[in-house]
Nanobody, 120 residues
């Protein structure tokens, strides 16, 4: 199968920065879109940013201009650079990958989540 391992979360003051990483491993032929989602307490999980294999990106309106998503296809890794963090960015951040296996089957996979807490 496929494992997604996230790192880089933590506690930061408002206005600060964090960089999240997510590395995919396992039975992977290729990865189409990779993305970051977040879920705050009492709220639904929402898309933060996504990037295709060709580098096209998509952002939630609330993070445009502050967050940057990127990926290293050779390492099957996606990154999320978060600048000018706000208390409302506090959430558990999850990595997602749309994987194509060697068998030709495709599937979506999630990381375990990493906590980001922004203090005011």
């Amino acid at each position: 199968q496929v494992q997604l391992v996230e790192s880089g979360g933590g506690l930061v003051q408002a206005g600060g920065s964090l960089r999240l990483s997510c590395a995919a491993s396992g039975s992977i032929f290729s990865i189409n879109a990779m993305g970051w989602y977040r879920q705050a307490p009492g709220k639904q999980r929402e898309l933060v940013a996504a990037v295709t294999s060709s580098g096209s990106t998509n952002y939630a309106g609330s993070v445009k201009g502050r967050f940057t998503i990127s990926r290293d296809n050779a390492k099957n890794t996606v990154y999320l650079q978060m600048n000018s963090l706000k208390p409302e960015d506090t959430a558990v951040y999850y990595c997602n990958a749309a994987v194509v296996h060697y068998s030709g089957r495709a599937g979506g996979y999630w990381g375990q989540g990493t906590q980001v807490t922004v203090s005011s």
